[in-house]
């Protein structure tokens, strides 16, 4: 069985501070991918990335960081310098056998 | 590209009549659609998974005969929700995909329908 664990439920910080979400996740496969997806107040689920499980290589987008770690099997997201507009749920999601396990979603909320 | 469009964005009905949701792949052949379900504050929940011209697979606990899912072809997936109750309002969400490599398809989300049922 795939589970995906987003421990943290919310959280909340002040414009311009870093906030890092946590996942987790469980497989018996060794072929699988990882995704973090977005969910602004308007309900439309925004791709943010995708990584396979034989790349280990941590990626940076903007201001937008992850970092896999395989022997730990988490899949870290990091915004650094945090907006406004970044207010929105975040999942993290894991996909094998052609399915995608969602976690539960962490809120992030960024205040002026 | 891989635009995925739903129709109604939101609907409301009455209990005991059924709503139809499309889900269209404006710019791509979807080998494969999927139907999730979130309620308020919680997270996708995989409803069924339909391939184009067969009959859908419906996850533990979905009802088939409730939630009747057509892939008539490569770009449309209907979800018709029969006899609704106040318990089915919840945003219905679909994917489109194609393959993306071993183990994984690449799904594009659509907006989501807002269904209420009063």
């Known amino acids: 069985a795939q589970k995906v664990t987003q421990a943290q439920t919310e959280i909340s910080v002040v414009e311009k501070e870093d906030v890092t979400l946590d996942c987790v996740y469980e497989t018996r496969d060794t072929t699988y991918y990882l995704f973090w997806y977005k969910q602004p107040p308007s309900g439309e689920l925004v791709f943010l990335i995708r990584r396979n499980s034989f790349d280990e290589q941590n990626e940076i987008s903007g201001r937008y960081s992850w970092n896999f770690q395989k022997s730990t099997s988490s899949f870290n997201f990091t915004i650094t310098a945090s907006q406004v507009v970044d207010s929105a749920v975040y999942f993290c999601a894991l996909d094998n056998d052609y399915k995608l396990s969602f976690g539960a979603g962490t809120t992030v909320t960024v205040r002026a | 590209g891989a635009v995925v469009s739903q129709h109604p964005s939101w609907v409301i009905c009455k209990s005991g009549t059924s709503v139809k949701i499309e889900c269209r792949s404006l710019?791509?052949?979807?080998?494969?659609m999927f139907w999730y379900r979130q309620f308020p504050k919680q997270s996708l929940m995989l409803m069924a998974t339909?391939?184009?011209?067969?009959?859908?697979?419906?996850e533990q606990g979905v009802e088939k005969d409730k939630f009747l899912i057509n892939h008539a072809s490569l770009t449309l997936s209907t979800l018709t929700v029969t006899s609704a109750h106040p318990e089915d309002s919840s945003f219905y969400i679909c994917s489109a995909s194609r393959a993306l490599g071993l183990a994984s398809l690449e799904q594009y989300f659509g907006p989501g329908t807002r269904l209420t049922v009063t």
């Open positions: 339909s391939n184009e011209g067969s009959k859908a697979t419906y």
């Open positions: 710019d791509f052949q979807a080998t494969t």
